[in-house]
């Protein structure tokens, strides 16, 4: 059975960091790209967005609003996905949700084989 289960989420004043973890059970981990994505508050399903991704070999993606300020990296070995967040920002609030995938790289996740439940970010200005 394969779970994806986020924590370190949380609130932090704007300009803070906080770091996510996302932890896998199951096999899959290392043979699939991982990423995380946010949906704001009040926002539709649609409106949900990849902020970081990471490949099986560990190239990174980053949409632009967030480059330089955060940081996505896995351990193949604990099966964990991490999310370093810094110089948050009040627009950074968001559930933010981990996500496993074999296709391509998906700005909404239409395509991801895998959600955990989230994690709330609350950034206050």
């Known amino acids: 059975q394969v779970q994806l289960v986020e924590s370190g989420g949380g609130l932090v004043q704007a300009g803070g960091s906080l770091r996510l973890s996302c932890a896998a059970s199951?096999?899959?981990?290392?043979?699939?790209?991982m990423g995380w994505y946010r949906q704001a508050p009040g926002k539709e399903r649609e409106a949900r967005e990849l902020?970081?991704?990471?490949?099986?070999?560990?190239?990174?993606y980053y949409v632009d609003s967030v480059k330089g300020r955060f940081t996505i990296s896995r351990d193949n070995v604990k099966n964990t996905l991490y999310l370093q967040m810094n110089s948050l920002k009040p627009e950074d609030t968001a559930t933010y949700y981990c996500?496993?995938?074999?296709?391509?790289?998906?700005?909404?996740?239409?395509?991801?084989?895998?959600w955990g439940q989230g994690t709330q970010v609350t950034v206050s200005s």
């Open positions: 996500a496993s995938w074999t296709g391509p790289f998906d700005p909404q996740g239409w395509g991801v084989d895998y």
């Open positions: 902020v970081a991704g990471i490949t099986m070999a560990g190239s990174p």
């Open positions: 199951g096999t899959f981990f290392s043979r699939n790209n």
